[in-house]
């Protein structure tokens, strides 16, 4: 399999469960982190444990507004999710050349 092509989707997964997480805090922007989590999971499937490994790592407050995350933040959440995920799954990503 082409290793551009396995880099690409391993892209495209992170910046859904980014996308997933903004939508969160737009339209339910007085709900917790905990709770767009929850549902961003619900339409990605990403691992919970993975999502809890990032609060811890990112450490931010799981009862926050997630209308009160900046961009940054959410953008290091999403990512951070998908990394976990993909360790939990013994995925390795290639680096790109």
């Not at 495209?12 to 737009?26: D, F, N, P, W, Y």
């Not at 507004?65 to 013994?90: D, F, M, P, S, T």
């Amino acid at each position: 399999m082409d290793r551009t092509y396995i880099h690409f989707v391993n892209a495209t997964q992170s910046e859904r469960i980014v996308r997933e997480l903004q939508t969160a805090q737009h339209l339910y922007p007085h709900s917790t982190i905990l709770a767009a989590i929850e549902r961003a999971k619900q339409e990605t499937g990403f691992c919970p444990e993975a999502a809890r490994k990032a609060l811890e790592t990112l450490q931010l407050d799981r009862t926050r507004q997630i209308g009160r995350l900046r961009r940054c933040e959410l953008v290091q959440l999403g990512r951070a999710i998908h990394r976990y995920w993909l360790q939990k799954l013994g995925v390795t990503t290639p680096s790109p050349t």
